[in-house]
């Protein structure tokens, strides 16, 4: 049997809204994954004694979170779906959008992860990983010429950060540290942080990159600790004053901060 429909607390779901749940539950329940077809449209009311409408709302509240997938035609129906890690970032995005989060935000976030990440992968990870890793360094191995490839390295040296956080066992971090590296991204973008050619912050960064790599590689977790950690608050540093160099190169004409 489904679970039950709960009505106790009408003010904070809709009907549709505790169907949708109640099929999700339904759906964990019985453990079934990704293209397992659901029951037909009347199996649905008759299960969860609920008006055509509100089953079809239901299904269209599934639908707009990912987790179900409507096909038409022969052997179509509803069907349970994965949410790709490209929506829920996407998704999980467009909250922040509004949140006007700050490099001391990110940063906070970044130094208390990133490390225990790197701790967790020294020795485990294969050649061919390590240099996947060195691979994405070449991207920015020679100081940026201009704007545009200032821009580019930021974005690269971001994803050298994001592959590793690919290479975990563990799907929360590794989806946590892939979102906070896209949303720094964005951050540098938007803001033009990379206007401004920092010499200090791409020789540093690829500096404790390289000993991060050589220390994931020689299988020594304190170090690739202790390296990644100061690498964050190094980052840090330097972001925030990137951010603050050109704030003020971009302030208009007589304001005072």
Same mark, same amino acid.
């Given at each position: 049997?489904?679970?039950a429909?709960?009505?106790s607390?009408?003010?904070r779901?809709?009907?549709? *809204? *505790?169907?949708?749940?109640a ?6 329940a019985?453990?079934?994954g990704?293209g ?8 649905l009311?008759e ?5 055509k ?5 239901a299904?269209?509240i599934l ?5 179900v997938?409507?096909r ?22 467009n909250?922040?959008y +509004?949140?006007?989060?700050t490099i001391d935000?990110?940063?906070?976030i ?6 225990? &990440? ?8 294969s050649?061919?990983q &390590?240099?996947? &890793?060195?691979?994405?360094m070449t991207?920015y ?7 545009q490839e ?9 994803r +050298?950060h ?7 066992g563990n799907p929360? &971090?590794r989806?946590l ?18 206007a401004?050619?920092? *010499?200090?912050?791409?020789s540093s960064?690829?500096d404790? *990159? ?13 170090a690739?600790?202790a390296?990644?950690a ?5 980052a840090?540093r330097?972001?925030?004053l990137q951010?603050?160099?050109?704030t003020q190169?971009?302030l208009?004409?007589g304001?005072?901060?």
């Amino acid at each position: 049997m489904p679970p039950a429909i709960t009505r106790s607390s009408p003010e904070r779901l809709s009907r549709p *809204q *505790q169907v949708a749940e109640a099929i999700k539950s339904w759906v964990m329940a019985n453990g079934w994954g990704p293209g397992h077809r659901l029951p037909s449209e009347m199996d649905l009311i008759e299960r969860f004694s609920m008006a055509k409408g509100t089953i079809r709302e239901a299904i269209r509240i599934l639908e707009a979170q990912g987790l179900v997938k409507s096909r038409t035609g022969p052997g179509g129906g509803v069907f349970v779906h994965q949410v790709s890690e490209e929506r829920a970032t996407a998704l999980l995005g467009n909250y922040f959008y +509004f949140q006007n989060l700050t490099i001391d935000d990110v940063y906070q976030i970044r130094t208390v992860l990133e490390p225990e &990440l790197a701790a967790s992968l020294a020795g485990r990870l294969s050649e061919a990983q &390590l240099r996947a &890793l060195e691979d994405v360094m070449t991207c920015y191995a020679e100081p940026a010429r201009s704007a545009q490839e200032e821009r580019e390295q930021h974005i690269a040296s971001l994803r +050298f950060h994001a592959l590793l956080a690919e290479m975990s066992g563990n799907p929360l &971090l590794r989806f946590l540290i892939r979102f906070i590296a896209n949303m720094l991204a964005d951050i540098t973008v938007s803001r033009k942080l990379y206007a401004q050619p920092n *010499q200090e912050l791409w020789s540093s960064g690829l500096d404790y *990159q390289s000993r991060l790599v050589a220390a994931l590689r020689k299988g020594d977790s304190a170090a690739a600790r202790a390296i990644l950690a100061e690498h964050m608050h190094n980052a840090h540093r330097l972001m925030r004053l990137q951010e603050t160099v050109l704030t003020q190169r971009f302030l208009p004409e007589g304001k005072i901060i």
